[in-house]
Structures are given as C-alpha cells and as structure tokens.
C-alpha cells in the first residue's frame, strides 16, 4: 500500500525559510516523476516543484522558481522542498504526490497523479 506522510510545515514571517519533507512507503519511484502541489483555500491545486526521481529533471511553476528548491533523498526515500524568502501569497496545504501517469498534462498537473499525502500546512504571515 502507497503511503506518503508530510512533515515539516508551520507557520513563518514574510522572507522567512521552511522545509517540508515527504516520506514515501510501498512505493517505488526510481524513474518516475514525484511532486509537490498545494492548495490554498478556495482555490485549485496547483503544482509547485516536480523532481524525476535518479533522473535529475527538475521543474518548477514560475511563481516559485529561484525561491523553492525540491530535492531526493534515495536512501530514505524522502522527497524534500526547501522554500526561501516566503511570501504571504505562498500560505496553503502543500502535499507531495506520487505515481506519475504519462498524457496527463506533465508533472506540474495534479491529474498526473494517482498517489497523495495528507498534505502539511504552511502559513506565512506579513
């Protein structure tokens, strides 16, 4: 059984720094993509960072980018995203995502994914 349990969320002022974590069970990811998405309230889930887990492909949504580093750590198999100089407008659930699907919009749409953690909340305050 997939499990994937995310860690390390919590509440931070604007420009500040967290890590959130993402361990993965039952699951093999070697050559597949794994993600990051999150939702605010109200609004659609959107993809953050992407990782092509032993394949060193890397996206990230625009918003983002220069500010969140997504990162694997094989031995563990923990999926990782350090988010930098956060802003406000960055507050949501975030939740790692597993089990890439080919055709269904790339590694940044959330209907590429068939697995999903419990989500962790991050709250950046101004």
């Known amino acids: 059984q997939v499990q994937l349990v995310e860690s390390g969320g919590g509440s931070v002022q604007a420009g500040g720094s967290l890590r959130v974590s993402c361990a993965a069970s039952?699951?093999?990811?070697?050559?597949?993509?794994m993600g990051w998405f999150r939702q605010a309230p109200e609004k659609e889930r959107e993809g953050v960072a992407a990782?092509?887990?032993?394949?060193?492909?890397?996206v990230y949504a625009d918003s983002v980018k220069g500010r969140f580093t997504i990162s694997q750590d094989n031995a563990k198999n923990t999926l990782h995203l350090y988010m930098n100089s956060l802003q406000p407008e960055d507050t949501a659930m975030y939740y790692c995502?597993?089990?890439?699907?080919?055709?269904?919009?790339?590694?940044?749409?959330?209907?590429?994914?068939?697995?999903w953690g419990q989500g962790t909340q991050v709250t950046v305050s101004s």
């Open positions: 995502a597993a089990g890439y699907r080919l055709g269904k919009g790339g590694p940044l749409s959330k209907d590429a994914f068939l697995y």
């Open positions: 039952g699951y093999t990811s070697t050559r597949s993509w």
């Open positions: 990782i092509y887990i032993d394949g060193g492909s890397l």
